[in-house]
């Protein structure tokens, strides 16, 4: 099986990552996202995060240990922009997770995501 593990700061909250536009009644990415994209793929160049098989794979899973700074932070709305930054860093549609885990811990000095990626099929 192939997998990689590898840690990214701590992404921000899907209430920060799109607004609503007024004139055009959707939703649009904020900077925010944008800016987690870019460190994303600055992670994933200075650690070395590349595989053949994350753009040939059908299926792929992960397992995020989601370090938040305090108990009252929320760790199932942070996914979403951890997802959408790794697809864009890898090169793959974010569809193809089909296998997902994340447990949330607390650490208020160095919240993080450690992440292990993996080919399910």
Request: charged share 25%; net charge positive.
């Amino acid at each position: 099986m192939h997998e990689m593990k590898f840690t990214l700061p701590l992404p921000p909250s899907v209430n920060e990552i799109y607004r609503h536009d007024p004139k055009s009644g959707r939703r649009v990415r904020t900077k925010a996202l944008d800016t987690y994209k870019k460190t994303v793929g600055m992670y994933f160049v200075a650690q070395r995060v590349s595989h053949p098989a994350w753009q040939t794979a059908h299926e792929l899973g992960y397992e995020a240990h989601i370090f938040v700074p305090t108990r009252a932070s929320d760790c199932s709305n942070r996914i979403k922009a951890f997802e959408d930054s790794m697809q864009a860093a890898l090169g793959f549609n974010d569809n193809r997770f089909v296998d997902i885990h994340a447990i949330r811990y607390i650490d208020k000095f160095n919240p993080r995501v450690e992440v292990r990626l993996f080919v399910v099929s």
